[in-house]
């Protein structure tokens, strides 16, 4: 499907490079047509692939390679590609297949296109008008195409409009190519002379509606009836996260892709990688103007290189901003254990703070792990976390219960026995800072002489890097 939407980019850009006869091809309801090629498919090509005008976008037909090929849904079980010339076989011909059918061939030096016409016999030859509807982007111009065989002669054309407010003229044109163009249309309709093409721009809202037309020929009436609608354009493809662009490791952020436009389908890139919703730790939820991406337990290495959000429909394609989603990456908490240390076979006095510079993210929480240790036969009565502040012109430590602006938000994880951590949730500015910890057993009380040094940011470009780090001893 990839290479077929490129080359439905670049159709009409090979002008002089015909590969299909002059049409128009005619057909016979019910019955089966063969669609010509001016390609011999015995050389060396890379793709070819019939398509069809469905009035508001071309659809692939078949995409035939030198390995094989490959129908269309809806075309399957009616189609038939000569792998020596291009011809396709189309049946059983139906009134909605009539309208414009394309060919193109890539090689390894060129693209080649061609477009013809189909009409169909037995129920409408009559019809000036391909299958509609027609879809557009407001603000730009559409071209309405007819059916007419531009070898045909033709006495008069008349368009007209109903938009709900009743059946409006646009325009006429006679045999002798006098225009006459309605009142509101004035500077923005244009027919081509030859086949009747009607251009019609620039597009607003409320000219979406029913399209008629009457072409009168030296044997009778052809009339048309198509449907447009006007899209809005697609734009303002936006990013946003929930969070700053810093993220925590194993935090969860969602990103938010919001745009503007009729229809809207969305994707995901890291770079110019695909993200694919995993449905664990990377989802993703689709909404009619939004997508939001979710990252669980996001991690350093998550997408790397900058996000992009891709808003489409099938007239055009907008492309958001990079996003760059940093993660701070602080050191992983040590594991902790409760042997004591041993020195000359005998337990000592001890604080061990396992990681003595943690970094977090305001709001967030940090654990500040601790391990102590006492000689045998001693028990331990008390547990105590101070603050280190300045006081009355000097340093000093406060035991962290006492303060106010820690309530409620401290969590021991001591056992009284060895594990002496710390936990401090809803992280706010002012807790940056120093903190001590003290134990007393039924003899002797002991207290870190060194600190841990707690970091609290919020700042939007902050990282916080790997380190090493030793435990400390005191």
């Known amino acids: 499907m990839k290479s077929f939407l490129f080359l439905l980019s670049i159709i009409g850009c090979c002008a002089g490079q015909d590969i299909l006869p002059e049409g128009p091809v005619e057909a016979v309801l019910r019955k089966n047509v063969t669609f010509k090629t001016l390609v011999d498919l015995r050389d060396d090509f890379i793709t070819f692939v019939w398509s069809f005008n469905h009035g508001s976008q071309l659809v692939p037909i078949v995409t035939v390679t030198p390995t094989g090929e490959t129908v269309a849904e809806g075309y399957q079980g009616r189609v038939l590609v000569n792998r020596t010339n291009g011809f396709l076989t189309l049946g059983s011909v139906e009134a909605k297949d009539r309208g414009y059918y394309y060919a193109t061939i890539v090689t390894s030096e060129k693209i080649k296109t061609g477009e013809t016409m189909l009409r169909v016999l037995g129920c409408c030859e009559w019809y000036a008008l391909p299958e509609g509807p027609v879809d557009a982007v407001s603000g730009k111009n559409v071209t309405f195409k007819t059916l007419i065989n531009p070898k045909e002669e033709f006495n008069a054309i008349a368009w007209f409009v109903n938009n709900g407010s009743g059946l409006m003229r646009i325009v006429t044109v006679s045999k002798d190519w006098e225009t006459i163009v309605s009142e509101g249309y004035l500077g923005r309709v244009k027919v081509n002379h030859t086949n009747g093409f009607l251009t019609l721009g620039s597009l607003a809202a409320e000219d979406s509606g029913d399209y008629y037309v009457n072409i009168f020929t030296a044997k009778g009436v052809k009339t048309g009836e198509t449907k447009l609608q006007v899209l809005e354009p697609v734009s303002d493809v936006t990013i946003r996260a ?20 009729s229809f809207l389908k969305f994707s995901w890139t890291s770079g110019t990688t695909p993200i694919v919703a995993t449905n664990t730790r990377l989802t993703i939820k ?7 991406l979710t990252i669980h337990g996001s991690l350093a290495s998550d997408l790397i290189g900058p996000i992009y959000c891709i808003a489409r429909n099938h007239l055009e394609v907008e492309k958001s901003a990079p996003f760059n989603l940093t993660v701070i990456f602080c050191p992983p908490a040590a594991v902790l254990t409760t042997q004591p240390s041993v020195t000359s076979g005998k337990a000592r006095w001890s604080v061990t703070f396992e990681n003595p510079d943690p970094c977090a993210l305001k709001g967030s929480s940090a654990q500040l792990w601790c391990s102590f240790n006492y000689p045998d036969g001693e028990t331990v009565h ?8 300045v006081k009355n012109g000097s340093w000093g430590r406060t035991e962290l219960s006492s303060l106010p602006s820690y309530q409620n938000r401290v969590k021991y994880l001591s056992d009284q026995k060895h594990n002496c951590s710390l936990e401090i949730h809803d992280l706010r500015d002012s807790d940056t800072g120093y ?18 040094y707690l970091s609290v940011t919020g700042t939007v470009h902050y990282n916080c890097h790997p380190v090493c780090f030793v435990k400390l001893k005191v």
């Open 286 to 292: 689709e909404e009619d103007a939004s997508s939001t």
């Open 382 to 389: 008390k547990t105590v976390w101070f603050r280190g502040e």
């Open 242 to 261: 929930n969070m700053s662009e810093i993220v925590e490791v194993n935090s969860t952020v969602a990103l938010t892709c919001s745009a503007k436009g």
């Open 435 to 452: 903190y001590y910890f003290r134990f007393d057993t039924n003899t002797y009380g002991w207290r870190s002489k060194g600190s841990v």
